[in-house]
C-alpha cells in the first residue's frame, strides 16, 4: 500500500465525514470498522484510507445491533447513514471481521468502491446508499438477491 493516504490527511476525513457522519450512530467505532475492513486487502491500485499506528481494531463488541438498526429506521436516516446500517446486519450476517473470510474480503473491496466514489465528490454519491440497501437486501436468506451476494463474494473470491 505505498500510495496509501494516512487517516490523518483531510481528505480521509471529509470521506469519512461523508460516509458515516459525525451524528450517526457510534460514528468513532463505525469510522475505524470501515478502516478495518479496508485494510483487510491490500490494494496498491486504490488509495484507500489504513489506520494509523495508535488506532485499534474496532468491532461491535458492546453495540447492540438491533437497537441501531431500530435507531437509524425510526429517524428515517437509512440514506445518509446507509454505510453504517450495511455494516451492522453484514456484521449480523457474517460475524466478527475475519481476513480469512471470503465475505469480509469482499466487503473490504465493496467498501473501497463506495470510498472511490466519495472521493470524487460528484454526483454519483447520491448513490452510495443504494449500494448498501442491495448488499442489505441480499442479507435476508428469503430475498432473491441472496443468491447474488454468494455468487458475487465467490467471483470476488477467484480473483484475489
Known sequence: MGHTKLFNDVIDRRVLDKLIPIDSPHHIQMRQFVIDVISLVPDDGIDSLQSTPESNS?????IDCVDVMNQITREGKTGEWAVSYLLIVFYQA???????SNAWRFMSGYLKVMVMITVRHDKHFAKIDKLGVRVRMALRPTDPQCEILDQLISIHDTYL
Open 58 to 62: 474496532a468491532d461491535f463488541t458492546g
Open 94 to 100: 457474517y460475524g466478527a471481521i475475519d481476513v480469512k
